[in-house]
């Protein structure tokens, strides 16, 4: 074999072509290559003898239509691998059955099963490919240019008639590896956007020790923006965020305000003590005089005048010592009381953080949260035309085991529903706390039958998990109206209808789930 380069080789080639003036046929550049690189002469590829026995293969199924011409394109550019994988995959469509003039055909064709064979790549397929790959893009981004424009080829292509199957096979090969490079890509921005997120929450929270609401909502952030994310929980990440900024704000503008007030009154002290210090200074000046002058004195007629001026210069400064002492003690009590408002309002806002979304007892939403979920979850069904359940379930005879076991078990038991409830639907799922025992279940993408056996499956799950009163186990039941939403429908209307439904369940024996 020569020692020359593949490249010099292939450049020797392409020169003797030329000079003996050779067609330039694949089967003459290797030819000429196999002698200028020493390699041992290859067979000439049996073109007429392939297209004979291409010709006389069987196209009756469109399986063998397809292989045939797969076989007939390998042949045009004497490919090997293409004539062996056509006629590998030929031999899937061979039928089994006899002739089928024979009767044994006819009798095997009477109970064979219909559509044995691969269907060909028709119209409708190409347009669900091309669907397919249209909504898939969005979600790998717009940032690959190489990507961008082999999506919209393999669209084209998809969607021109008439286009060769290995032309589209190869495209999509190539899509298929691109697709790949930027789904790793995109998912490792994802994963370092969100380790940069955490290391943000940890840091606020860190430094933000002596503030026990925004150190909690850091964890919840924490906790929200853990994977797997979903649309919903990063909107739960959204509103926390804006509590958190709303509440630094406020806070904030606050600690501004009670330090600007700090700040005067200590500049009120120094300015007293100034004041202090300079009436002290005078008044020691005023008693050294006052001391020469009775030193000096030779009658007790010239020392009364001195102790009086002693006596109106010591009344002078005990009065302003008092009105200081006063006026100090002021700016303390008004120091004292900022602290306490300060104090007072991190309290209001860990309290109306608290509750600002979430029933207190049961974890569950309230109404207000569930008036942001109304909102959201229609923005999307407008959006993108989807379906929306409504469910609306009421505990069976709470009054009667508020009697029975007293309220603080009946409390237990809205707990204990409401964590089964959570345990056992969708993460996209809504539930909140309606009033009473009442609950509000959103189940959006969800068609009524379906939301019928989500609410069933819920009753089901809670005959597994007793709620135990003390050591006593009471099974805890549930009626529940279920409804889905109409086009041009409110919510509010909705759930009025899953409460007819509802207080039908009731009438039909309870523990019942009503569609309406």
């Avoid at 709470?398 to 529903?417: P, R, V």
Wanted: hydrophobic share 40%; glycine share 6%.
């Amino acid at each position: 074999m020569s020692d020359r380069k593949p490249f010099e080789i292939a450049r020797e080639t392409l020169k003797q072509l030329t000079t003996k003036k050779l067609v330039p046929t694949p089967a003459n550049y290797q030819a000429i290559y196999n002698e200028i690189a020493g390699l041992p002469p290859m067979t000439p590829f049996p073109v007429d003898i392939l297209r004979d026995i291409a010709k006389s293969l069987p196209t009756k199924t469109p399986g063998q239509q397809k292989q045939r011409g797969l076989l007939d394109y390998a042949i045009d550019r004497m490919n090997w691998d293409g004539v062996k994988n056509a006629l590998v995959a030929y031999g899937s469509f061979v039928p089994l059955t006899p002739d089928p003039g024979t009767a044994a055909a006819k009798t095997a064709m009477a109970v064979a099963p219909v559509g044995t064979s691969a269907p060909a790549l028709t119209k409708e397929f190409m347009g669900q490919l091309g669907r397919l790959i249209e909504h898939t893009q969005p979600a790998l981004g717009t940032e690959d240019e190489r990507f961008i424009e082999l999506t919209k080829n393999l669209l084209l292509a998809l969607r021109q008639s008439g286009t060769d199957v290995l032309v589209l096979k190869n495209m999509l090969l190539s899509y298929s590896d691109r697709v790949s490079f930027v789904a790793e890509d995109q998912a490792e921005i994802k994963k370092v956007l969100l380790k940069l997120l955490h290391m943000l929450f940890e840091n606020i929270g860190e430094l933000s020790l002596e503030e026990k609401w925004l150190k909690g909502q850091m964890d919840a952030l924490m906790t929200a923006a853990s994977p797997p994310l979903t649309l919903r929980r990063l909107d739960d990440v959204e509103r926390r965020l804006r509590d958190v900024i709303f509440k630094q704000k406020d806070a904030k503008g606050r600690a501004l305000e009670a330090q600007n007030e700090m700040r005067r009154m200590l500049a009120m002290f120094i300015d007293r003590l100034s004041k202090m210090a300079k009436s002290t200074g005078s008044f020691h000046e005023e008693l050294e005089a006052n001391a020469r002058q009775i030193e000096q004195a030779k009658s007790i007629e010239e020392i009364a005048p001195v102790l009086k001026d002693v006596v109106s210069a010591t009344r002078s400064l005990a009065l302003e010592s008092q009105t200081t002492t006063d006026e100090l003690q002021a700016m303390r009590t008004r120091a004292s009381e900022t602290e306490a408002e300060l104090i007072k309002l991190h309290q209001e806002l860990d309290r109306v953080s608290a509750q600002a979304r979430h029933d207190p007892l049961t974890g569950a939403l309230n109404r207000k949260g569930l008036d942001e979920a109304i909102e959201r979850e229609l923005s999307i069904v407008r959006r993108k035309e989807t379906p929306l359940c409504v469910a609306l379930l009421d505990i069976d005879n709470f009054k009667k085991l508020n009697d029975t076991l007293g309220h603080a078990t009946g409390d237990d038991a809205l707990t204990h529903l409401s964590a089964v409830a959570r345990s056992c639907i969708r993460p996209q799922d809504t539930l909140a706390r309606y009033g009473g025992e009442e609950f509000v279940i959103l189940l959006p993408d969800t068609v009524l039958d379906k939301g019928i056996e989500a609410m069933t499956r819920l009753q089901r799950e809670l005959t597994k998990k007793f709620f135990l009163a003390g050591s006593e186990k009471v099974l805890i039941t549930f009626s529940a109206g279920v409804v889905q939403l109409a086009s041009d429908e409110v919510v509010t209307d909705a759930i009025r209808r899953a409460d007819q439904a509802m207080y039908l369940a009731k009438r039909s024996g309870k523990n019942r789930v009503v569609g309406a």
